[in-house]
Each structure stands twice: as C-alpha cells, then as structure tokens.
C-alpha cells in the first residue's frame, strides 16, 4: 500500500493545475457565475504566516465548493503594491521600489500557490503596473471633470517620519497608521475626492448588501449623518457686525444655553488672532487665544474626543445674543469641538450635556435647568449624574414647558425657523477624501499646473503618465515629492495654451488604486478601456469578499464610492461592490497572543510542509480550529490530529483501491446511511459556511466507517465502498484539494476532483432504522434504549421499564406517570 507522503504529491498536483488552466475562468458560459475574491494583499516580502493564510483558505474553499456545485467560478488574484513600505524599503537598500515589487510578487505567488490555492492567474496585475495605473489615471480625471477631485490649502496630518500626508481614516490614536509614530498638523496644498458628495447614499445602501453588523455600523458611524438645525447668533459686542452659526440636534435645551464655543480652526477664531475682530469694549484676549490654538493643534482629533479628559479653552473676550431670552453668552474657543463636525461651533447647554457640564464646571460658567428627568429631581444641577441628557420634560423654556423633550426639539426647530434664527438641515462626520500624497511610489496624479489656465488634465491620449526611474528615493520633508527634484519629469508644456507648465509631483494615495480592482479583474488585458460593458455586466458585482474589518472606514467605504461614481458616468449598472463582505477572525499565537513578526512568534507553512504536514493538513487545521468567524489560537496538537485525519482517508481509500470493483455481497445500508447522512450534513454548512463542523462530520463519518469496515469489508461490498470512497473525497476536495485529486486519480478518473460535480444525497438513507431512547425516573436518566425506528409507543414504553437499570429503580415502587417524547425520551414519575 502506497503511504501517504504530502512532499511527494502537493507539488506535482500543484504543477498540474497550472498547465491544465483548470481555474482560469470563462467569460463565455451557460452556468451561473459566481465572482469571490479576497483582499487584494500587499506583496510584503516577509514570509505569509498561518493568519494570513486562514484568509485565503477560507476563499479557495468557496471557490472549490461552487466550481463543483455548477458555479462559473471567478477567484483572481492580483498585487496591491504602491504605497510606503516598498519605498522605505528602497531608502533604507537602495533596491528600487519596482525590483523589490517583483521579487516579492513571485515569492508572495510561490506561498500561495504551495498552498494549492485556485487561483486564475492569466487575470494577475500589480496597481504599480503602467497598464494598471494608466486606468487609475482616467478615473482620476472623471472625478476631475465631474468636479469631484479638487486642490486647497488645509491643515493636513503629516508623519514626521514617513514624511507624508495622512487622511483621517490612516490616524489611529494619534498615530500613523502604517509606522506607529507620533503624527503632527502641517499646512500643505493638496488633492481630495469629495466624497462627502456621496454620504447620503454611501449610508443608505448599507441596507442592500449582506455585510457583518459591525462592519456596517462602523462605516455608519464613520459617516457620521445628523439631523439637526443651523442657528445663527450675533455677536453684540464686536466692533464689526459678526455672526456665529452653530449646528445642533438638541435645539429644545437652548433657552438653557451658557455659552458658546468654537473649534481652534474656526475662521472667527483666526479673526480675533488676527485682531480683525476685537470688543467694542475692553481688553483683547487675542494674545491668550493664540497660545491656547497653537497648543490645541498639537493634538489629535482623537485626543481632544476622549472621554473624561480634562476641559481646556479660552475666553474670546466677546458675547453673542441669544434671541429666545436676550440673555448675553460668553464665547469660548476649545479643542473638544471639531471644526470637521457641523460648523465647528457649538452652543453650550451645561445642565443637559455632560461635556458642557465638564467644561462650565472648570471654568464656572452657570448651569441652568431646562429639563426634569425621569426621577422627578427639580433642585438645581450641581453634580454630574443629575445631567439629563435623553429623556424628560420641559421647564424653564417659555412655550415649551411640560413637553417631552422629543416633542420639544421639533417645536424649537419651528420656533426658531419662524424668527429667522436657524435652518433645519443634515451634517456628516466624514470628511473629503485626502489622496495626495508627497512620495514616490504611487499613481503620479495626471494634472498639469499652467500659470495661465490653472490645474489642467493631463490628455487621456498621453495616459499613463508614469514614475521616472530615480537614484534616490527620500522624501525632502518640505512637503514636496521626490518627483519635484526631476526637471525632465516636472517641466512640460501646458495641453490648454501649449505654453510652459509643470506636472503635479504628488503621487495617489494607494486606496486610490485599490478602489476600482475588483472591476479591472473581469477584463485585466484591455487596452482600449478599463474594462468592457458585456464582461462587467457578466461578473460583476463580486458575490463573495473575504478579509478583515481593518478597511472598514478605509478601503471598503472608497470602493463603494467610486462605484457610485461609475454608476453615475453610466459605466457600470450597479451602486455596491461587494454583494456579501466575509469578515475571518484572526489565528492568534498559540498563547493567544497576536502574531507578529517583531514578536517572533509567527507561525510559517514553510517550515510546516518542510517537515512534512502538507498545506492539505494546514489548510484542514485553519478551517477546523473554530468557527470562521472568530479568533482562535494555533494548536501545534491540532496540526498533527488534522495530518492524521488524512492519513486515515488516504489509508482508507487505499484499501477501497485495491479491491476489484464487483458486486455487493451484503447489506450496505450502514454504509450507505453514514455516507449520505454525511453529505448532506456537508453540503449544508457548506451552504452557510461552517467549515469547522463540515471537517468535524467528515472525521466523525470516517470513525463510522472504520467500525462499518470491520463488519462489512471491503472484499464484501466493493461496489458500495468504492462509491463512498468518491462521494467522501469530493465532499474533503475544497478543504484538501491535493490529497484528494491524487486518490481522485489513482481511482481511475481522468478528469481532476475539482470539476467533478458535488455528490448527492438520497433522502431514504437519511431515516435511521433504529432509535436511541433516553429513560429517566423521577427526572434523573438511568438508561436507554436501541429500538427499531417503527416501534408502538406501547412497546417502547415496555421496553424502558424492563431495562434492567431502570428497573432496578422502580422496583416496590408506584408509576404514577410515564410521558414519552418521540424519538428521544421516556420520563417515569414513581
């Protein structure tokens, strides 16, 4: 009997897929299409790990299964490989960005596929392909000329280190999302996609896909949509006629405003620093405002959120009116209000919202009450838990007293529309979508700067414009790329007036590339367009996406907003990506730590394989250790138990082939019950991706065959056996693609496992013939009992009472009660 030996068959099977082109997909084809993908990965050149390659486990395996379940499968595979750690990479060797691309893309592709991913590699590109990004290029100029991708000045966030620009979305706690450090303001002249333009809609049709919750509220928090009122206030003692406008949702609390207070950034603070706004009377506070606002714009956005941090702020020196009761209110200015929220200034209401509680007690600013709550407490607000925030009637508010607040806030809305003091309207935390950045290794932006005619595109004929070879990669640290120091790149001449003009040095933020990938895969060699109507309207959008919730605000809420973009241009007939979003838990260290690299506690395949597992038993243990969903720990046991499962098919499948088909000699239904049973408890969580408990039923199925085995050998029944063999390899074939195309084979079939259609069950085998009966007395089990499936209550009930542990305990005892639940138990009351 051949044994089983992983290092002898991966590689030929491995080999075989790619010359037989079994996984490039048609775009010609009566069967149904199904189009599943997994993150586009950055092509590191550190080693994959077990966590990474849980991910793309997780897609093969649903690409495996609805290739045999009928399915014109799509599942590409291509390099997201702009962006900062290839270009640190080349400043800290000297090795360009390009070469370290393409020796990490065949060491990445070598990973995979000693994994035996499927994957239809004649679709394979690089965002940092000319073919590639030239049609990165066009699209930025669609969203150039449909007025979507401007330049303005702005206060940006700047990674001293990596020496760019961040958005928004890349600042984590402060810090730079890619390096970890410390993250500063600097005001530099940049490029943004206006995606706020698309808010609405972005948060809308979160409703239409089959994402995970969480993923889903994370983007809806993100975008951040209120409905509220502008209310704008004069201010009474400046010597210039000013307004403040702010925006809030709880306009009912106003008549209980103290104050009022202003983000660091808002144009009426820049005035007052500026002295072009100052009191008509008293001192200017101008010089106490600076220095509060260059000490504010150090932090960021996240630190001036937090909860429970000490209030800070200034006092402008300056009141505005309140309308409602004439009272004057001071204006503050304070780093816990955003100018990238609402119009970067709210009103104070201390006695129903807690950080305005926090910030009048620090500064003793009076608290008023405008609202009882729930628990009747009338006194006045003195301490934080009497802040009413959400619920309770109005007091102290003129026409509003005795309304419940929620009836309040639309009457107030109404009020204050009536005298001309505010306009309803909507406000979104998300921002415009900051691309520029000042590197080298990026989609160079496609506009031409001419003195006379301004920011001009670049000709969709002269596409791509594309990186000049360079010596030296560093950025300057002045806020300019390294492309700004190559005159033949820089100096050119302008498309509009032909006179001298200079091309844009920054370079597209690398989520700029990876939002349109996923439509380039249907048609990656077309020269004449990013893609074709008919191949996109055939695949297109993707069925299944798989990757973490990491690109949550990022990456996923881009690509949906470029697609609306196309959708709106007419190229494309649908407004989401992505139809089902499959988010994996991580494998963790076998302490239960995060592996990471700097850790030194990363699992590789590799060295797995080398010693002699096989990605068949790596991808079974990835799948088998848990739910998919959830994070579990690596188990170097679970390894070996997932090997040995495999050495117990392949010894059994063995043994089926060595015995001449011919005819049964017995009764087969034990057999033919364990393995129908099986394939449709596999098919099923196939169906609802529960692979841990798919891989569970086969290796209880192969136990019972085993026992099965002992009565009924294979030299009994080898028509039968040699059937279950093929039905139990086709349901493992999308979880060990290599073993079981090598038994597939040695069975005598010709064409691979992988086309072959998936099994069928027969309803008939699926009844057992026999019942396990539970037997309790007096609530406790005592036994139980084997009876044929179609035996009278009368009788079972007979046949509980005279199992002998039973009747030991109703002996000289009164039955005051049986009750019998079919097909599961009999309780006796004594």
Known sequence: MKRYNP?????????????????????????????????????????????????YTIGD????????????????????????????????????????????????????????????????????????????????????????????DSLQWWCPVDKTVLANEQVEEGKCWRCGSAVEKKALKQWFFKITEYADRLEKDLDDVDWPDGIKNMQRNWIGH?????????????????????????????????FVVLAPEHPFVQKVMSQ??????????????????????????????????????????????????????????????????????????????????????????????????????????????????????????????????QDAIEKMKDLMEEKGMGTRTHTYRIRDWLISRQRYWGAPIPIIHCEKDGPVAVPEDQLPVTLPDLASFEPSGDGRSPLARVPEFVNTTCPKCGGSATRETDTMDGFACSSWYFLRFADPHNNDAPFSDEKIAYWLPVDDYIGGAEHAVMHLLYARMWTK???????????????????????????????????????????????????????????????????????????????????????????IIAVPEGEDKADTSEIKRIIHRTTKKVTDDLEGMSFNTSIAAMMEALNGLYAAKNALPVTDASATWRATGQTLLQLLAPFAPHITDELWYQMGYKDSIHISQWPTYDEQYLVSDTMIIAVQVNG???????????????????????????????????????????????????
């Open 565 to 655: 973009v196309m959708q709106d241009e007419g190229l494309i007939s649908f407004g989401e990506p992505f139809k089902k979003l499959r988010n994996q838990g991580m494998i963790l260290a076998p302490d239960g730590s995060k592996m990471s690299k700097s850790k030194g506690n990363t699992i590789e395949p590799d060295g797995l394989i080398e010693q002699g597992y096989g990605a068949d038993s790596i991808r079974v243990m990835e799948l088998f250790i848990g739910p998919w969903t959830q994070s579990a720990a690596w188990s170097v046991e679970g390894m070996g138990g997932s090997f040995r499962f495999l050495q117990r098919v392949w010894a059994l499948v063995q043994e």
């Open 226 to 258: 209120k409905t509220g009122i502008n209310v704008t206030y004069k201010v009474a003692d400046a010597r210039t006629d000013e307004e403040i406008t702010v925006f809030t949702t709880r306009p009912d609390t106003n008549y209980g405003a103290t």
């Open 61 to 152: 395996a649903i690409s495996r299964y609805s290739r045999m379940r009928g399915f014109n499968v799509l599942h590409p595979m291509g390099w997201d490989a702009f962006g900062l750690p290839a270009e640190n990479y080349a400043i800290k060797t000297g090795i360009s960005p390009k070469e370290a691309i393409k020796v990490n893309t065949t060491r990445f592709k070598q990973q995979l596929s000693q994994m035996g991913f499927g994957y239809d590699w004649s679709r394979e590109f690089a965002s940092s392909d000319p073919e590639y990004y030239r049609w990165t290029q066009w699209f930025f100029l669609l969203l150039f000329k449909r007025g979507l991708a401007y330049q303005k």
């Open 7 to 55: 290092k002898e068959i991966e590689p030929k099977w491995q080999q075989q897929w790619l010359d037989s082109k079994i996984y490039e997909a048609s775009d010609q084809s009566d069967k149904p299409k199904k189009y599943i993908m997994e993150y586009f990965p950055y092509p590191s050149g550190a080693a994959m790990h077990v966590g990474h390659v849980r991910n």
């Open 780 to 830: 406790k089990v005592r036994g139980e009992i084997s009876v044929p499936a179609d035996t009278a209550q009368d009788a079972i009930v007979a046949a509980a009472q005279a199992n002998e542990r039973v009747a030991a305990h109703v002996a000289g005892k009164e039955i005051r009660k049986t009750i019998y639940v079919p097909g599961k138990l009999v309780s006796i009351v004594v």
């Open 276 to 405: 072009e706004i100052v009191p008509k009377d008293g001192p200017s506070h101008w010089q106490a405002v600076q220095h509060y606002v260059q000490k504010a714009l150090a932090k960021s956005d996240i630190e001036r959120q937090e909860e429970g941090r000490l209030k800070t702020g200034a006092f402008t020196g300056l009141h505005i009116i309140n309308p409602l009761n004439n009272k004057k209110l001071p204006v503050w200015v304070s780093d816990f209000v955003l100018a990238n929220f609402g119009t970067g200034a709210v009103v104070g209401v201390p006695g129903h919202d807690m950080r305005d509680f926090q910030f009048a007690k620090q500064f003793d600013i009076p608290i008023e009450r405008v609202v009882v709550g729930p628990d009747g407490d009338a006194d006045p607000i003195e301490r934080p838990e009497q802040v009413q925030e959400k619920a309770g009637s109005m007091v102290n508010s003129g026409p509003l007293d005795g309304m419940d607040i």
